[in-house]
């Protein structure tokens, strides 16, 4: 398995085919989400090769939005059976990989620790400083797909999704939970809501 050329690969392919609407799953999200995989890997001392497969279903797992908004993650399984073997991965490493970008769909629902990883890393800005700014990316992007038309039906999904949204981890249930709260409960005196 070569994680830096694939790597490459990968970079170099979100670069040059992702749609340029697509403000929120770009090269950013993707880097984001490896970034906090590392620090989770570094965080519980995952084993190199759990990390390996960390950081390639990291990489991977919003790609096949490059082919189809709803439902990417099945395009992106799809997409890592053409690729992967060709960077050394075994039919076993692929169904580990496959299993961690199924995770991520919604509602997450993680069976192992690296999928909770995974998905608690996906959404991680729902607890940080970013909150606001990570979710502007997604309401453009939501407005250029027409999965919702104004502000008000934003907020309206935003106030759903984390009232059901929950983190995996233990880091963050008790490093993300909080702040996302409060962010849910701004969100809720914004439009009156008890």
Known sequence: MNIS?????????????????????????????????????????????DAYLLRTAALIHDIGIMWTYNGHEEASVRYSKEILPAFGYSKTDLA???????????PQKPKNILEKIICDADLDYLGTKNFYKTGETLFKEFIAYKVIANEKEWDALQIRFLTNHHYHTDFAIKNREPLKQKFLQELKTKWNIA
């Open 5 to 49: 050329k694939l790597k490459n690969y990968l970079t170099a392919k979100l670069k040059s085919d992702l749609p340029k609407n697509l403000t929120y799953h770009g090269l950013h999200h993707t880097m984001e989400v490896l970034d906090v995989c590392n620090q989770y890997i570094k965080r519980l001392h995952i084993s190199a090769e």
């Open 96 to 106: 580990k990989i496959e299993r961690m970008i199924l995770a991520t769909q919604i």
